[in-house]
């Protein structure tokens, strides 16, 4: 139950120092702030864990139990940035899930549907998401891909080929 | 053997449960090429999950732990497992439902170069919502009904539902409704 209390505790701190900081001010690379943060309070946490406690000993007493700790402080993290771009900005997905749900019987048509979610206008997001991350460049009217732009989809492309995906969007 | 000899076992189960997961995904996926995607995540979840618990279930007696300290690794490794689950989810769902994948898809296939208003007329608005609605028949989230839509399975609302509840919370109210909060300057976001 120690170990649990201790990973609970670091990562909750890192996650109530984020709140407060975003309370007060989001940053402007919001996904660099929330690395650097869960970085940081790793270390800071295990050296307190490992230098204090109550009763017989440190809180962490060997480093499998570090180990242990730190696991689950980056699995966390990871899965709370990737998470976070879901929480900052809702998918086309679930933006229509939650029209439909709020929509008075019998429901909407798909016709009222595509017409109602029009304004959110996901493509125009991601091309500028795209060029702000730095993915394409555009020249005019024209698109340019990028380096890493190129990689992100020989990545992707590759594990869809290899796992026989449908292709995506 | 001590219950320091046990510990490494306990701690790398969850590790061992992700790569079961990998491992089970993957072969399920290459042996069902044409059916569902998500049925291979499904079972390489459920794979994974098994081989997290047994592989901890093993160790715990042998390091004789105490009821509430079994408890407490049993309860931290799962919650490891379904993280680094989550992860692996999102890694393979980017190449199935990015629009951004892919927009960048399509770049390549036009040898790296494309007018912006052809991209965009490709994946206009009303493409992609008609992507997602069926793609959200398909998986049963909607049903249609004399040509009207309704919720089917509540699964994927719940999710959207928490999410929106934790931009309230974290981004404020201003955005609990989706719309984008006023800029406080140039933003990153690494939406998928």
């Not at chain 1, 086309?92 to 019987?105: K, N």
Request: glycine share 10%; with cysteine.
């Amino acid at each position: 139950m120690r170990v649990l209390v201790v990973a609970m505790t670091m990562a909750g701190g890192a996650f109530v120092v984020h709140w407060l900081i975003w309370r007060v001010r989001i940053p402007r690379r919001q996904t660099a702030a929330l690395l650097a943060i869960f970085m940081l309070a790793l270390p800071v946490g295990l050296v307190v864990a490992t230098t204090t406690g109550a009763g017989a000993g440190p809180w962490l007493r060997t480093p499998w139990e570090c180990l242990h700790v730190s696991l689950w402080h980056v699995a966390f993290m990871l899965a709370y940035i990737v998470a976070y771009s879901a929480i900052e900005e809702r998918s086309p997905s679930m933006t229509l899930l939650c029209h439909v749900a709020d929509a008075p019987p019998p429901g909407p048509t798909r016709a009222e549907l595509m017409e109602a979610v029009r304004v959110v206008s996901p493509v125009e997001i991601r091309l500028g998401n795209m060029l702000r991350d730095g993915m394409v460049r555009q020249d005019a009217e024209v698109l340019h891909l990028l380096p890493k732009g190129r990689r992100w989809a020989a990545v992707f492309a590759g594990t869809s080929s290899f796992l026989g995906l449908p292709r995506g969007g | 053997m001590t219950q320091d000899a046990w510990y490494p076992l306990i701690v790398l189960a969850p590790v061992a449960g992700l790569a079961s997961y990998g491992g089970a995904q993957v072969l399920i996926a290459r042996l069902g090429r044409h059916r569902n995607p998500y049925r291979s995540l499904t079972l390489g979840f459920l794979a994974g999950l098994a081989v997290l618990l047994a592989c901890t279930w093993y160790a715990l007696p042998g390091g004789r732990y105490s009821a509430l300290d079994a408890g407490g690794l049993l309860i931290l490794n799962v919650l490891i497992y379904l993280a680094l689950a989550f992860g692996y989810f999102n890694f393979v769902n980017l190449g199935i439902a990015s629009l951004r994948i892919r927009m960048l898809a399509e770049l390549v296939a036009a040898g790296g170069q494309l007018p912006a208003a052809r991209l965009l007329a490709l994946y206009n608005s009303e493409a992609v919502a008609a992507v997602r609605i069926e793609r959200l028949l398909a998986g049963g989230h909607l049903t249609d009904i004399d040509g009207h839509l309704r919720i089917g399975r509540r699964r994927f609302l719940l999710v959207a539902r928490i999410f929106d509840g934790l931009r309230a919370l974290i981004l404020g109210s201003r955005t609990a409704t989706g719309r984008q909060p006023p800029p406080r300057g140039p933003r990153e976001q690494v939406t998928p």
